[in-house]
Nanobody, 127 residues
Framework: QVQLVESGGGLVQAGGSLRLSCAAS????????PGWFRQAPGKEREFVAA????????SYADSVKGRFAISRDNAKNAVYLQMNSLKPEDTAVYFC????????????????????WGQGTQVTVSS
């Protein structure tokens, strides 16, 4: 059983940056694929970013490509989401997730592919 706890959310002006962190416990986190999703009020949860177990291969939603970066530190059992050039439409609750992909370089981009979820952290971008 893996527990995930997000942190780093907050209020930021458009054009600003935030770095979200996700601390994992209760399992061998290095054997899991991490991902980030977000959910805005009245909308479905959507994919943001995913990282393969190789620590190099990534996938991003088109809306965040070039602005967001996912990374991990296995020694700290943590995954991060660096968010730059933030826009008001990035406002949402951001969730960290962990799952297992069949291949070492595979990324998981669908919510149903993930087994564990954090409680979420609010990101609000003001215009």
């Amino acid at each position: 059983q893996v527990q995930l706890v997000e942190s780093g959310g907050g209020l930021v002006q458009a054009g600003g940056s935030l770095r979200l962190s996700c601390a994992a416990s209760g399992g061998t986190f290095s054997t899991y694929n991490p991902g980030w999703f977000r959910q805005a009020p009245g909308k479905e949860r959507e994919f943001v970013a995913a990282l393969a177990r190789d620590g190099v291969s990534t996938s991003y939603a088109d809306s965040v490509k070039g602005r967001f970066a996912i990374s991990r530190d296995n020694a700290k059992n943590a995954v991060y989401l660096q968010m730059n050039s933030l826009k008001p439409e990035d406002t949402a609750v951001y969730f960290c997730a962990a799952g297992r992909a069949p291949l070492y370089a595979s990324r998981l981009v669908k919510p149903y592919q993930y087994d564990y979820w954090g409680q979420g952290t609010q990101v609000t971008v003001s215009s």
